[in-house]
């Protein structure tokens, strides 16, 4: 291989980590969420999560989660009739609703992250003290790709 075709192609370890993270991570969530107490699709979860830091308007969070407005409406309402969020008005803005977790849903919330970190325990407590450290690493470098591509904290 030559020097102008080494610059104009990415390595392919490049390709097939950009390629394989996304589905690591999808397949992560899956087989963790899978083992939960409560059935919760990804989608659902990743609401649930960001509006424990705070509430969203449905059009945010239709953007977040990367489905369409009258999904994430549809996502929201099964939410709420499970007691876990409820619609409440913007007080920056009277036209607008903000979706917010209620006492219930942070209580599930909870739960669920207890879970998932008993799992995650469980699993990373058979790993050796190296992979442990890769791992640690590679958080790192995430949250630095991810603040890049988003231009936000993770």
């Known amino acids: 291989m030559d020097s102008a075709q080494t610059l104009a192609e990415p390595p392919v370890a490049l390709e097939e980590i950009a390629e394989a ?5 999808a397949a992560l969530s899956r087989a963790v969420l899978g083992r939960a107490s409560v059935r919760l699709s990804r989608t659902e979860m990743g ?3 960001a509006l424990a830091r705070r509430p969203w308007r449905v059009t945010e969070l239709a953007a977040r989660e990367g489905v369409t407005q ?3 409406t549809r996502l929201v309402n099964r939410l ?3 007691g876990w969020v409820c619609r409440e008005h913007d007080p920056g803005d009277g036209r607008a609703v903000l979706v917010a977790l209620t006492a219930q849903g942070r209580t599930l919330l909870d739960r669920l992250r207890g879970e998932y970190r008993a799992a995650m325990h469980e699993e ?3 790993l050796d003290e190296d992979d ?3 791992l640690a690493r590679a958080i790192e470098v995430l949250d630095r790709l991810i603040e890049r591509l988003t231009g936000q904290e993770p």
């Open 70 to 72: 009258p999904g994430i």
């Open 47 to 49: 609401v649930l999560w």
């Open 21 to 25: 993270l996304p589905q690591r991570a």
């Open 124 to 126: 990373m407590a058979a």
């Open 132 to 134: 442990v450290r890769a």
């Open 80 to 82: 709420a009739q499970r």
